[in-house]
């Protein structure tokens, strides 16, 4: 592993942690002013900018205080010289939730750039599969 794929290791598992934590500050750190976040709940196309992603939080947090996890479970790291990415797949969920799902998983999508010799998210894309089940199969 690269140094540059360690430092974006550690930048997402340190964030990772802040979300867990409920930390709006560590959650905000190393990301860029013009971040998209891609996110499960609405808005549906997005959001963009850091004052809109900050407000994503707050309900997350409250949620989360309930008793639920996020947990990064694996994570992988590709580093070019000043873009990279980095996909994981985390337990995201309440306990009940996870009880009656183990299987679920949060997928994570994260772009970042190199900014003045450091690592910064630009892009950050959640998502769960899609288990509805239709008539149709």
Do not use: N
């Amino acid at each position: 592993m690269t140094s540059d794929e360690e430092q974006i290791r550690t930048l997402i598992e340190q964030w990772a942690a802040a979300v867990h934590k409920g930390d709006l500050d560590g959650v905000l750190a190393d990301h860029t002013e013009d971040i998209v976040m891609f996110d499960v709940p609405p808005p549906h196309d997005g959001v963009r900018g850091r004052d809109a992603y900050r407000r994503t939080w707050p309900p997350f947090f409250e949620w989360q205080a309930k008793g639920a996890v996020f947990d990064i479970l694996s994570l992988d790291v590709t580093a070019g010289e000043d873009t990279a990415f980095a996909y994981a797949l985390l337990r995201c969920g309440t306990p009940q939730e996870l009880a009656e799902h183990p299987e679920y998983r949060l997928r994570l999508t994260v772009g970042l750039r190199k900014e003045q010799g450091r690592w910064v998210v630009s892009h950050e894309h959640h998502s769960f599969a899609d288990t509805t089940v239709t008539a149709e199969g």
